[in-house]
């Protein structure tokens, strides 16, 4: 069965610290891949998207995304995080067949002073 | 430009009462559109989406029905609501294949 999964439900890191967030799906093809970000009481942000090409793409806010074809996997990256990056993260997949788009459970992102 | 409505934003409705919620789309056509329940922990459960007038999919197998009756017009329903149904209701659309979702602001039901 398709199915994204973002096996850490919680990450805590220092301010300026790096950060990696995980996602991996399960799907027959290479589907299209997102990364939304959702801050307290607020509505979801796109921060980035693949579909084809380079497998590193950059987002907003200096987050970059990698996909690994051999992993099924689309992480999500930041160099050093700063106090405004707490917030829930969610990868999505569109499973490009008959666009049907699911998400992740959620990583929730827990920034230390 | 496009925007998305969703209504009501906040619900309160007794066990075994019927649910309408509606989302509409303007500023583009023949969006693709979806319906997801947001839950603590859970992520995003997509429950239905539509690629066009009168096609729909459903993902989970419950009381709830989804229908399109025009083209940029998306309603979430259900006969008999349940204490289960409680939960944070999203409708989003998208354009072409490669294009991200774009959300309402979301419907909180309260099943008492």
């Known amino acids: 069965a398709q199915s994204v999964t973002q096996p850490d439900i919680h990450i805590t890191v220092s301010e300026g610290a790096s950060l990696e967030l995980r996602c991996n799906y399960s799907?027959?093809?290479?589907?299209?891949l997102f990364w939304y970000v959702q801050s307290p009481g607020q509505g979801l942000q796109l921060l980035l998207k693949?579909?084809?090409?380079?497998?590193l793409v950059q987002g907003i806010k200096g987050f970059e995304a990698e996909f690994k074809r051999s992993q099924s996997s689309f992480n999500l990256r930041k160099p050093s995080v700063h106090w405004s990056d707490a917030a829930e993260y969610f990868c999505?997949?569109?499973?490009?067949?008959?666009?049907?788009?699911?998400f992740g459970k959620g990583t929730r992102l827990h920034i230390l002073p | 430009s496009q925007t998305i409505h969703q209504w009501p934003a906040t619900l309160v409705q007794p066990v075994g009462s019927p649910l309408s919620l509606e989302c509409t789309v303007e500023?583009?056509?023949?969006?693709?559109l979806y319906w997801y329940r947001q839950a603590a922990g859970r992520g995003l459960q997509l429950l239905f989406y539509?690629?066009?007038?009168?096609?729909i999919s459903s993902e989970v197998p419950q009381n709830l029905s989804a229908s399109r009756p025009q083209d940029r017009q998306f309603i979430l329903s259900s006969k008999k609501l349940l204490l289960s149904d409680s939960g944070f209701y999203l409708c989003?659309?998208?354009?072409?294949?490669?294009?991200?979702?774009?959300f309402g602001n979301g419907t909180r039901l309260t099943v008492t």
């Open positions: 999505a997949v569109n499973m490009n067949r008959d666009d049907k788009i699911i």
């Open positions: 500023g583009t056509s023949n969006p693709n």
């Open positions: 539509s690629v066009g007038i009168g096609q």
């Open positions: 693949y579909f084809s090409g380079d497998t």
């Open positions: 799907y027959g093809a290479t589907p299209y």
């Open positions: 989003a659309w998208t354009g072409p294949r490669n294009s991200p979702l774009h």
